[in-house]
């Protein structure tokens, strides 16, 4: 079975808003620059949507140099080079890792526009994948989302409505697999790209959260806990989507082909 890459999306700050491409260079921990840069708060915790949904309508660009921010919540945007600052001790959902800290400026402008105490942090150092031996910046547990236009066309249907695929903020669309083609898929594959696809991709209160305008309602969490609840390793989720890890590196493109394939997981 073949599929065609629908969309790429990176996203430099950690729940912040994304930033389609064309194409974008798959790394070990997934797109280039995605999850990158992370904002924290006091106590080294990250901050996600699930408590400040307003970071959706943060929309930051980065070119491996500086770091822009543009949103419609502060009157001038946040153009800052990245820095090699102090290294801090941080986590994501209780997981320890390290980012160097972006400085003062970055600091106050964020906190003043979120209403919160936070920091602004760049991944250093190294993290491991949950399972399959993969490493990641800072992403939840894995470097690389995917998700079909289908599924979500499905969902719609059912939950009679519109919902973006904003909301799913996948790194990578596909179509051509079918309404959770991907459900049964372990190997994407291009010309010089390969990903093996470990896992389901739980989902959150974020989901419910419009990426357009920050709202927050019960939907669509509600609509796909009525189909899409399953268990994976003892733990029951909404599932939607698929988590993978990259195997080999290249180059990645809209409108590429990629064969989609069943296999055994590698050992």
Same mark, same amino acid.
């Given at each position: 079975m073949n599929a065609i890459v629908a969309g790429l999306n990176v996203?430099?700050?950690?729940?912040?808003?994304? /930033?389609? /491409?064309?194409?974008?260079?798959?790394? $070990?921990?997934?797109?280039?620059h995605d999850r990158e840069f992370m904002l924290v708060r006091p106590n080294g915790r990250h901050l996600s949507q699930r408590e400040?949904?307003?970071?959706?309508?943060?929309?930051?660009?980065?070119?491996?140099?500086?770091?822009?921010?543009?949103? $419609?919540?502060?009157?001038?945007?946040?153009?800052?080079?990245?820095?090699?600052? $102090?290294?801090?001790? /941080?986590?994501?959902?209780?997981?320890?890792?390290?980012?160097?800290?972006?400085?003062?400026d970055a600091a106050g402008w964020f906190s003043e526009i979120l209403g919160l105490p936070c920091r602004l942090v760049r991944f250093t150092g190294t993290r491991p994948t949950l399972l399959g031996g993969g490493t990641l910046t800072y992403a939840d547990g894995y470097p690389v989302s995917v998700l079909s236009a289908e599924s979500l066309d499905d969902l719609n249907r059912?939950?009679?409505?519109?919902?973006?695929?904003?909301?799913?903020?996948?790194?990578?669309?596909?179509r051509?697999?079918?309404?959770?083609g991907e459900d049964a898929v372990?190997?994407?594959?291009?010309?010089?790209?390969?990903?093996?696809?470990?896992?389901?991709?739980?989902?959150?209160?974020?989901?419910?959260?419009d990426q357009e305008t920050a709202r927050r309602s019960p939907e669509p969490l509600r609509a796909l806990a009525r189909y899409r609840t399953e268990r994976f390793a003892?733990?029951?989720?909404?599932?939607f989507g698929r988590l993978g890890i990259p195997r080999a590196l290249g180059a990645l493109h809209v409108d590429d082909e990629?064969?989609?394939t069943s296999e055994p997981a590698a050992s």
């Open positions: 996203f430099p700050i950690k729940s912040a808003g994304a /930033v389609p /491409v064309a194409e974008a260079e798959l790394t $070990p921990d997934g797109l280039r400040a949904p307003e970071l959706a309508l943060l929309h930051p660009a980065f070119d491996g140099v500086k770091l822009s921010v543009h949103t $419609p919540l502060a009157p001038s945007p946040l153009v800052c080079e990245a820095v090699d600052g $102090p290294a801090l001790d /941080v986590t994501v959902h209780r997981r320890p890792c390290q980012g160097m800290d972006q400085g003062d059912r939950a009679d409505a519109r919902f973006s695929m904003a909301r799913f903020r996948p790194n990578i669309v596909l051509g697999l079918g309404p959770y372990t190997r994407l594959r291009g010309d010089r790209v390969e990903i093996e696809l470990v896992r389901p991709c739980g989902r959150c209160v974020i989901v419910n959260t003892g733990v029951r989720e909404i599932m990629l064969s989609a």
